[in-house]
């Protein structure tokens, strides 16, 4: 049980963390939004295409990671109360 809260709160400091670094990321992260909408027009080529969809998918990991993170965390740290209580 001790282990779980211990977990618990080493998830929610890791959740911090990557909440804040996705963050930082936010300039990038939508530069490869904008790149993709370059498609329309047509002057996207290959490089820049894999560039943004890598950037799109490595971000919703970290996006994925850091919901998960949060969700066991605060899950984890909560108290049980007692029935005869």
């Known amino acids: 049980?001790?282990?779980k809260r211990i977990l618990g709160f080493l998830f929610l400091a890791l959740a911090i963390m990557l909440s804040l670094a996705m963050l930082a990321q936010l300039p990038l992260i939508f530069k490869a939004i904008t790149g993709l909408l370059r498609i329309f027009t047509g002057r996207l080529d290959a490089e820049q295409f894999g560039y943004s969809?890598?950037?799109?998918?490595?971000?919703g990991l970290f996006i994925g990671?850091?919901?998960a993170l949060w969700i066991y965390g605060l899950k984890w740290v909560k108290r049980k109360r007692d029935i005869a209580e």
């Open 65 to 67: 990671a850091a919901i």
């Open 53 to 59: 969809i890598g950037i799109l998918i490595c971000s």
């Open 1 to 3: 049980m001790i282990i």
